[in-house]
C-alpha cells in the first residue's frame, strides 16, 4: 500500500502555520478529574505561548476508552474556562481544522502508522497476549516484546492478512543511541536496546496514546511540550518516531511532580483536592492560580502575588525546578487571603452573599456591613456560615469566657461593665456604626479606661464567643439596636 503526502489531508496543517510560530497544547485524557498537576501543566503550556506570542491549543487524547470516565471532558472545558486559560484552536472554539478530539480522526492515525510501516519505523505483530508474556524479561524483570513479528517475510505478512488474523501496528526501535535535550533536565541520552517496542496501533484501530500524541504533536505544528517528569522515559521513543519519520523534534519541558508530602504524589484517592474540589471549599481561582504557577517555578525576587497577564510577563521556563513541588494547604490560604482582601467590597460582597445567607437565615441583616467585617478576616469563603453562627442565635457560653488577663477583665469587672454600657446602648438616637462607635468610645473616654476593659466583655456578651469576624462595635451595629440590648441583659443576668 502506497501512501504520498497528499493522501494525508491533515499534513495541509503545516502550510497554515507560520514559520517561527510558537505554538504549544494542553493535552488532557478524560481518564478522572482535574488535579493541580494537570492545572499546573495547562498554566505553564499557556504561559509559553502567550509569553512569545504564539498559539495554545486544548487537545482532548480520548484514545483510551477503557479508562474514559463519562463528563470528564467537561470538568476540563470547564477548569479551563474558570481559570482564564483561553486556547486558540480546540474542541469549542472551532477553527480551520478542529474540533481536536482524537477519536474523532482515528482514519489519521492508521495512515500515519502504514507510512511509518513503508518507511521501516513500524511493523504489523499478529503475536497474541500469552506470545508476548513468553517473551525474556529485561534486567529490571519487566517483560520485553522480542520483536519477533519484524522478521517475518512479506510472503507470510500477506498470508496472514489474507486469513484476516488480527494484528497490533509495533514502533520499531532501531539499535543504538537516542539522546535529547530537556529544557528543565539536560542532556539525556538512553541506549535503544531498552526501549521497547512498543503498540501504535491497537487491534481494534485506536491509536496508542504515544502514537497519537506524536502524530498530533506534529501536525499541529506543537513546537513545546510540557508535560511531567514520569515521561521522561517515554520521550525517547516519541523522538524516534519523530526521526523515522524525518520531522522535526519539539522542545522539551518535564516539570517535576507535585507532592502531598515529601514522600507521595497528590491523589484523589488520598483525599487530595482537585480544582472543583478546591472552588468548593471556598478558594478563588485567582488565587488557585497564582499558587499553582509557584509550585516548580520560581519568578526570582520576593514577589509572590501575580494575575495571570503579570505571569505571562513574569514567565521564564529557566525558573522551573527539577525538584518535586509539595502542595501547602496552608500557604494556598495565605494566597487566597490575600486575594479577598485586594477586592473590592462590592466584589466581595458579591461573592460572599451565598456564604452569608447560609451562616445567617434573618433576612433583615445588612449583608454589606457582614461582607466587610468578614473580609480582612477570611482565608476561604467556605469559612464565613460558621464564623456568623452567633448572628442568628446567641449561643450557650460559660461565663469564664468574660474572663481576659491581658485586657485584665473578670466577671466582676464585665458585671460592671455590661450595667454601665447598657443604658449607654438604650439611649442611641439611630442605630448606625457611627453612633454605636461614638457612645461606646465616649463611654470609655468618661470612665477613663482602656478599650478592651469595655469592649470585651461586650463582645462576650452579645457574640457568646472570645472570636468574631468583627469587633463589639460592627457586632452591635450588625445585630440592630433592640438584640444587643437582649443580649446584654441576658449577660448581666448570667453575671448576677
Not at 516484546?145 to 510472503?155: A, N
Not at 442568628?392 to 454600657?421: G, N, Q, W
Not at 446602648?425 to 478592651?452: H, P, S, Y
Request: proline share 5%; glycine share 8%; aromatic share 10%.
Amino acid at each position: 500500500m502506497n501512501i504520498s503526502k497528499a493522501d494525508i489531508w491533515f499534513d495541509e496543517m503545516e502550510k497554515r502555520i507560520p514559520r517561527g510560530e510558537v505554538r504549544t497544547r494542553f493535552a488532557p485524557s478524560p481518564t478522572g478529574y482535574m488535579h493541580v498537576g494537570n492545572l499546573r501543566t495547562a498554566l505553564y503550556t499557556y504561559l509559553i505561548a502567550r509569553k512569545h506570542g504564539g498559539k495554545f491549543i486544548l487537545r482532548i487524547e480520548d484514545t483510551d476508552q477503557e479508562r474514559y470516565i463519562e463528563g470528564a471532558t467537561d470538568v476540563i472545558y470547564s477548569t479551563m474556562k474558570g481559570c482564564g486559560l483561553a486556547h486558540d484552536e480546540g474542541p469549542d472554539v472551532g477553527g480551520p481544522v478542529g474540533p481536536y478530539i482524537q477519536t474523532e480522526r482515528r482514519e489519521i492515525y492508521g495512515k500515519y502508522a502504514e507510512l511509518l510501516i513503508q518507511k521501516g519505523g513500524a511493523y504489523r505483530c499478529f503475536c497474541g497476549r500469552g506470545d508476548t508474556e513468553e517473551s525474556p524479561s529485561d534486567d529490571k524483570g519487566i517483560n520485553k516484546y522480542d520483536g519477533r513479528c519484524s522478521r517475518l517475510s512479506e510472503s507470510e505478512i500477506e498470508r496472514r492478512l489474507a486469513e484476516g488474523c488480527p494484528y497490533v501496528i509495533r514502533q520499531k526501535i532501531p539499535a543504538g543511541t537516542t539522546s535529547f535535550t530537556d529544557m528543565v533536565f539536560g542532556e539525556i541520552s538512553v541506549e535503544n536496546d531498552t526501549l521497547d517496542d512498543n503498540v501504535l496501533i491497537k487491534s481494534d484501530g485506536l491509536p496508542t496514546y504515544n502514537f497519537a500524541n506524536v502524530i498530533d504533536d506534529h501536525l499541529m505544528g506543537i513546537t513545546h511540550v510540557v508535560r511531567g517528569s514520569e515521561y521522561l522515559s517515554s520521550t525517547p521513543k516519541y523522538n524516534l518516531l519523530y526521526k523515522a519519520f524525518g520531522w522535526d523534534v519539539p522542545n522539551y519541558i518535564h516539570c517535576p511532580p507535585v507532592m502531598r508530602d515529601a514522600q507521595n504524589k497528590m491523589s484523589k484517592r488520598h483525599g487530595d483536592p482537585s480544582y472543583e474540589d478546591l472552588l468548593e471549599l471556598g478558594y478563588l481561582s485567582d488565587a488557585i492560580l497564582n499558587y499553582v504557577a509557584l509550585l516548580g517555578w520560581s519568578p526570582g525576587g520576593e514577589r509572590e502575588i501575580y494575575r495571570l497577564n503579570e505571569l505571562v510577563e513574569a514567565f521564564d521556563i529557566g525558573g522551573i525546578s527539577k525538584s518535586p513541588a509539595i502542595f501547602d494547604i496552608v500557604k494556598l490560604n495565605y494566597f487566597n487571603s490575600e486575594y479577598i482582601r485586594s477586592m473590592s467590597l462590592e466584589d466581595f460582597h458579591a461573592l460572599a452573599l451565598p456564604y452569608i445567607r447560609e451562616g445567617v437565615k434573618n433576612p433583615d441583616i445588612d449583608t454589606v456591613a457582614v461582607a466587610e467585617i468578614l473580609q480582612q478576616r477570611c482565608e476561604k469563603l467556605s469559612d464565613i456560615p460558621e464564623k456568623l453562627d452567633f448572628l442568628d442565635k446567641l449561643p450557650e457560653y460559660d461565663t469564664a469566657l468574660f474572663v481576659h488577663k491581658k485586657s485584665k477583665t473578670d466577671e466582676a469587672v464585665s458585671l460592671e461593665m455590661l450595667k454601665a454600657v447598657l443604658p449607654v446602648l438604650e439611649g442611641i438616637d439611630g442605630w448606625t456604626q457611627e453612633n454605636v462607635r461614638n457612645a461606646l468610645f465616649g463611654l470609655i473616654e468618661r470612665l477613663g479606661i482602656k478599650n478592651a476593659l469595655l469592649l470585651w466583655p461586650l463582645r462576650i456578651a452579645i457574640a457568646g464567643k472570645t472570636v468574631t469576624p468583627g469587633g463589639a462595635v460592627e457586632i452591635c451595629y450588625i445585630l440592630g439596636r433592640d438584640e444587643t440590648i437582649e443580649r446584654v441583659r441576658h449577660g448581666i443576668k448570667k453575671l448576677t
